[in-house]
């Protein structure tokens, strides 16, 4: 496929579904890592090289995604603030996924590979869960519920991993 038609096909993808949807795609894809074949007992199989840093991942996906979750203090009336907490819900659940395998920044991999960390983790991703679920059921309660839950291992993560994140609010 020559790039001519490639971008094209862009092009016609984010007409037909919106330019969020298309921009969300693109940063799931540019988020994701590179893809590489990695060789183990000579056979081929997908791996994936992190592209950025948790840090950077962090800064530009979690927390503007966490802070939307987070200021929904009242229902939404609207189709369109629906729609914009299950962006943010979307976005938590493939940046947490991002951040299991760590990143590019100097302590990434380490931090990654251990347990406290996986665990703040995965109490990340099942409160993105239930954020999700909860925004697609328009029950706003559950919703208010899965941010509760959400901000204490947020909050114990930073204090253990990067203390300054927290006296810099």
Sequence with gaps: MS???SLSGCRAASKRHGP???????????LLGAPTLAQEDG???PSFTP????????????TPATNTLWNAFEPPTEE?????LEEAAVTLLAAASLVALG??????AEWASEPGWQAYNQVMIDAGRDALEA???????????AGDVLYPPCEGCHLQYNPGVINAQ
């Design 135 to 145: 925004i697609r059921a328009r029950d706003h309660d559950a919703l208010l519920t």
């Design 80 to 84: 369109a603030q629906w729609a914009a």
């Design 43 to 45: 056979a081929k199989s």
């Design 103 to 108: 990143g590019t920044g100097p302590m990434d």
């Design 3 to 5: 790039t001519r038609s």
């Design 20 to 30: 969020k949807a298309f921009s969300a795609a693109a940063a799931a894809v540019l």
């Design 51 to 62: 592209l950025v840093s948790i840090k950077e991942l962090m800064e530009k996906t979690i």
